[in-house]
Nanobody, 118 residues
């Protein structure tokens, strides 16, 4: 059974930091590009960041550049998102997802909620 389980969300003050984790199982984690995607309350899905299967290439949405860092540990089948200088607009549910051969998100986690207070 494929599982992606996010953790690390919570309530943080603006300017603070959080580290999200995603534990993967049931599929060949190190074969997949992985993504973080978020959904703010009442809004659609927003892509946050990608990391290549071997971890060498990373991409970020413009508003996250310089504040967020994506990483992975293939030996432990873990994905991470270090978030610094958090803003109220970062309030959202954050999901990890694997990227399939046709650039589709083929596996999703249940999400972890991040609330940034001002």
């Amino acid at each position: 059974e494929v599982q992606l389980v996010e953790s690390g969300g919570g309530l943080v003050q603006a300017g603070g930091s959080l580290r999200l984790s995603c534990a993967a199982s049931g599929f060949a984690f190190d074969d997949y590009t992985m993504s973080w995607v978020r959904q703010a309350p009442g809004k659609g899905l927003e892509w946050v960041s990608n990391i290549a299967s071997r971890g060498g290439n990373t991409l970020y949405a413009e508003s996250m550049k310089g504040r967020f860092t994506i990483s992975r540990d293939n030996a432990k089948s873990m994905l991470f998102l270090e978030m610094n200088s958090l803003k109220s607009e970062d309030t959202a549910t954050y999901y990890c997802a694997s990227v399939g051969s046709y650039a589709e998100y083929n596996y999703w986690g249940q999400g972890t909620q991040v609330i940034v207070s001002t």
